[in-house]
């Protein structure tokens, strides 16, 4: 059964940095890209990056582009998403997804998420 | 950047009725489009890829449609599980988008 459980949320002053981890079980996770999508209090869904399996591919959504850092330990099984600059319109619930195969493919199993908060 | 506009964004319905969401793309995007059901408090599901194919353990009451710019997805009979929002996806360019949802609520 694939597993993905995020960690790292919480409560950070605008301009600080937070690191978001995803742990995964359940499938041979080198295989497959992973992606964050996050969801601002009562809005909709916001892709934010996605890394290829190996690592060598990663993907921005130009908000975050320049400030946040996906990367992935296949190693520990364990995706990673790097925030810096923290703005207050940066809150909100993230959510790791692995991709549902190689190639043009969506996500197809989410985490629970996380919730990151940017306020003084 | 590709734009994703569902409509309608609600739509009240009950216990059995047939409905139907729709989504457009700003531009093509072949069959690379995605369906996810979201309940309130919960992480998103996923229904559909391919425009057209259903996830593993997705009822086939759900269906979708479409190609290049228009999509549809159609709960056939629809359910008290079924109320909940749902959204769009094209991942056939980055940066992947998202329509801004359709919310599904009981008459």
């Known amino acids: 059964e694939v597993q993905l459980l995020e960690s790292g949320g919480g409560l950070v002053q605008p301009g600080g940095s937070l690191r978001l981890s995803c742990a995964a079980s359940?499938?041979?996770?080198?295989?497959?890209?992973m992606t964050w999508v996050r969801q601002a209090p009562g809005k909709g869904l916001e892709w934010v990056s996605l890394?290829?399996?190996?690592?060598?591919?990663?993907y921005y959504a130009d908000s975050v582009q320049g400030r946040f850092t996906i990367s992935r330990d296949n190693s520990k099984n364990t995706l990673y998403l790097q925030m810096n600059s923290l703005r207050a319109e940066d809150t909100a619930i993230y959510y790791c997804?692995?991709?549902?195969?190689?190639?043009?493919?969506?996500?197809?199993?989410w985490g629970q998420g996380t919730l990151v908060t940017v306020s003084s | 950047d590709i734009q994703m506009t569902q409509s309608p964004s609600s739509l009240s319905a009950s216990v059995g009725d047939r409905v139907t969401i729709t989504c457009r793309a700003s531009?093509?995007?072949?069959?690379?489009l995605a369906w996810f059901q979201q309940k309130p408090g919960t992480a998103p599901k996923s229904l559909i890829y391919?425009?057209?194919t259903l996830g593993g353990g997705v009822p086939s009451k759900f269906s979708g449609s479409g190609s290049g710019t228009d999509f549809t997805l159609t709960i056939s009979s629809l359910q008290p599980e079924d109320f909940a929002t749902y959204y769009c996806?094209?991942?056939?360019?980055?940066?992947?988008?998202f329509g801004q949802g359709t919310t599904v609520e009981i008459k």
């Open positions: 997804a692995k991709k549902k195969g190689v190639g043009y493919y969506p996500p197809d199993h």
């Open positions: 359940g499938f041979t996770f080198s295989t497959y890209g």
């Open positions: 890394i290829s399996g190996s690592g060598a591919g990663t």
């Open positions: 531009q093509g995007i072949s069959s690379n």
């Open positions: 391919a425009a057209s």
């Open positions: 996806q094209q991942y056939s360019t980055f940066p992947w988008t």
